[in-house]
């Protein structure tokens, strides 16, 4: 509670992380209730961590919340599959904003740049607030990071069995083509449409058990396998993230797990390492002011 000159001014409290209510009262006797940001004290911190075991426990041991490391994961979504594609001696980099506020330590901020080196293969990330208020994540070279296919289907989970050619059926008991990738995940993990669609296919079809496919446009359709339930119906339209379903064991499934397909011109492609279409570029217009911001973090971005 607020008082001036002893009298009752205003009671605070905070509804979130970043947000509080003030509770003030009008020339009239009223009370009135508004929402304002919360004021910190932000310091850009650097943070550099190697994968040992995984992006949780390397990211916490190098100092980072686990909401910054959910943010970095969301970051690079489109772009690395962190279920099942991160290894040992893959690394990252992020400059973040470190909060404080009465001097005691805070939920940290933003992730104002970013790098993830997987694999040997660089993956960069800028933090931009274009002129419109819009913010988004783009490379150094100003392509946007957000694409029209997410790298996977579930936020966080391990993978069972990977892409392959010849993979030994456990119930079927026969070695056949096993052209998508299972993710092991406990009973009713929710599964996101990895792109905008319409769902074409929601219903029980034997083998796949309770099964949803989602029509892209005319090159693409995504499939999904051996649901708990379901979160769609057939001719719903969906968004890249929605939830459409949860992780069961139905139809020929030894445990909880999605299977997931891709399907490129009506042929089975490897989730995994197919070339996807890239996000848009910048705008022209506002090239110079994604450079400008891009400049900004030179140094972080520079140094080994």
């Given amino acids: 509670m607020k008082k001036k000159d002893g009298l009752f001014d205003a009671i605070v409290y905070d509804i979130n992380s970043e947000e509080q209510a003030v509770i003030t009262k009008n020339d009239a006797g009223d009370f009135v209730v508004t929402k304002q940001d919360i004021a910190y004290d932000v310091t850009e911190e650097h943070v550099h961590g190697t994968i040992e075991a995984s992006l949780f426990v390397d990211g916490n041991k190098a100092g980072l919340e686990d909401r910054t490391i959910l943010a970095l994961a969301d970051v690079f979504a489109w772009e690395i599959d962190f279920a099942t594609v991160i290894q040992p001696g893959d690394s990252f980099d992020l400059l973040y904003e470190k909060r404080t506020r009465d001097g005691a330590a805070a939920p940290a901020g933003d992730i104002l740049a970013a790098r993830f080196v997987n694999r040997g293969k660089e993956y960069t990330a800028v933090r931009f607030v274009d002129p419109d208020g819009g913010i988004g994540y783009y490379a150094n070279d100003g392509t946007s990071l957000q694409k ?157």
């Fill in 148 to 304: 029209p296919f997410l790298k996977a289907p579930l936020a966080y989970s391990r993978i069972s069995s990977g892409y392959s050619n010849a993979r030994f059926h456990p119930v079927t008991q026969s070695t056949a083509p096993h052209l998508a990738i299972d993710y092991a995940a406990p009973m009713g993990t929710a599964i996101l449409s990895t792109g905008d669609g319409v769902v074409t296919t929601a219903r029980y079809t034997g083998g796949y058990g309770n099964f949803i496919s989602i029509h892209h446009n005319d090159t693409w359709v995504t499939q999904y396998a051996h649901l708990s339930r379901y979160a769609v119906s057939a001719g719903d339209r969906v968004e890249q993230g929605q939830i459409i379903g949860y992780v069961g064991s139905t139809g020929w499934s030894t445990g909880p797990h999605l299977h997931y397909e891709m399907v490129k011109n009506g042929t089975k492609v490897n989730p995994l390492n197919v070339e996807l279409p890239a996000g848009d570029p910048i705008p022209d217009e506002w090239r110079a002011a994604f450079d400008e911001q891009k400049n900004a973090y030179r140094a972080f971005f520079e140094q080994e």
